[in-house]
Each structure stands twice: as structure tokens, then as C-alpha cells.
């Protein structure tokens, strides 16, 4: 016998797979895409018409009444001349630093407080009081928080008020109509408002902390600083991530808190991409340039949500020893 004949006659025949696992297995498949359809379609009418609408409008010029006329590149081109443009990404710079350094970093010291020392010496419940009452203003309405601070900081306002009630009455000033401290004390004001979110995010990140970890450390000797470094940073690295991520698309089209408090002004001190573009579409009705703006920007934003991914999943790839 043929040594083929005879190992053909030794192993047994693979098993075919049931016509009707395999139609089956299709059928699940298809459902799957049917559950996504609905937000597909919701994503091409609300994400992707508009996104390829604007780009057509960018590479136009139009005031909004009769047809558009095609000018090719011609919006870009003026966007590299413009002055304007590049004060607002100038801004955008100090909104990240407003919106996501600070925040960031605050934001974690404090939960790191909250949890490994209010929390511990206290009650948990005074940790989560705190907790509430720094995320406080991410509850208010956008606009409504502006416009108190614009009450605030105006001449007349509460601020100026209290600089004269504690004998500083020389440093009134008028802080959102000076070119030189409009863009600081909007930063303030968002620091305000962005702060809350890094702390409650940071805090749940830590409740999946083992806490026998911070036990060890303290038997070991190791103090608070100790602690925040080598097993609060690690543990919560994914969270960061996706803190600054987050942060940093709000800080790039922020828009409502600029628009309440100056409106760009004074002197264009506080204009950001975001509300030049709707300055220039809606106010001047330069419908052609106003999109160039706004697809410069959703360049940007898509291009950084790009970089943060990827850097989170070489970290995460790296944790894993890969």
C-alpha cells in the first residue's frame, strides 16, 4: 500500500461545516450591521453632509444670496495673509493652557488629595461633597456662567467691589474692556469652569485603585508624594489621556464662553477660530471664508484626536510589554 493511500486511511476526514452553521453565522452578522445602522445614518446627516457642504462653500465665494461663485483655493490663500486668523490660534494656544494644562494638572492633584487624604482622614463623604462642589460649574449653562462673569467683571461689578471693601481700590480696573487683562481673566474664567471635570474623572479612576497598594507604600514608609508618583500616576495613565484629549478638542472649538463674556474683543485679545468663523459666515456674510476657517479648524481637531489615540494605544502597547 502507497504510503499515501495508507495515511489517507490512518486520519480521518476533516469534518465539513453544516451548510446551516455557516448561513447562520452570516445571519448574525448582518443584525450587527443593522444595529449600526441608525447611527450611520444619523452620522451622515448631522457629521458628514454638512462637513462635505462646508468644504464645497470653502472653496467658494458667497454672501449667502444667489449662487456661489467657484474661486478654488482663493479662501486659503487669504487665510495665510490674515492677521486675524493667526491672533485667534495664537488665543487657541492660551485656551489649551486654560482649558487643559491647568485643569489637568489641578484637577489631579486635587482628586489625589480628595482620595488619599480627605477621604481617608475624613469621611468619604466630605471627599464627595468637594468633589460636587468643584463640578459645580460644569453643571451651569455655558452662557449663563459667562454672562454672571461678565457681571462680575465689569467696572462696576462685584469685583471691582470687593477690591474697594479690602482697601484695593487703585487696582480696579476694567478687566474684560482692556486688551492687556481681557484674555487673562477669560482664562481664569475657564479654569473656573473646566476644572470640575478632571477631578471627577480622576476620582472614579482612582476608586479602582487597590487599596492594599497605598497600604504597602504606607508600611514601607513611603509619604504622600511618594505615593502620587509611583502608584497614583500609573494607575490612572488611560484616564489622563482621555482627560487631555477631551480638553483639548473644548479648549480648540470653544465658542459659547467667548461669545458671552467679550465677543472676540477688546481688539480681537480674546478671538478664537471658532467664533472668527462665526463672526465672518453669519456678522460680515463671507460665507466662502467663514468655512475655510471652520475646515481649517476640523483639520486640526481631527489631526490631534488622531495623535492622542495613538499615543495612548503605544502606551497601553508598552504597559503590556509589547
Known sequence: MAVSETLATAQPAATPTPPTSSRRRRGRNAAYWLYLLPGAVLFVLVIGAPLVGTLYLSLTKWSGIGDPIWVGLDNYQHLLQDDVFWASFRNTVWMLVAMVVVPTLLGLLLAAVLFDVIG??????????????FYLP???PVVVAGIVW?????PDGAFNSLLDAVGLGALRHDWLGDPGTALPAVMAVMIWVQIGYPVVVFMAALQ????????AAEVDGAN?????RAITLPQIRPETFVVALTCTIAALKVFGPI???????PENATNVPSYFAYYTFFKKLQVGYGSAISTVLTLIIVVVAVVFIWMQARSERRDRGF
Not at 461678565?150 to 465689569?154: D, E, N, S, V
Not at 504622600?224 to 502620587?228: A, D, K, S, T
Open 120 to 133: 481617608r482622614r475624613f469621611k468619604p463623604r466630605t471627599a464627595a461633597a468637594l468633589r460636587a462642589a
Open 150 to 154: 461678565g457681571w462680575i467683571l465689569r
Open 138 to 140: 460644569q453643571v451651569l
Open 259 to 265: 461669545f458671552a463674556l467679550t465677543r472676540g474683543g
Open 224 to 228: 504622600w508624594v511618594h505615593r502620587f
Open 208 to 215: 479602582r485603585v487597590d487599596p492594599e497598594l497605598y497600604e
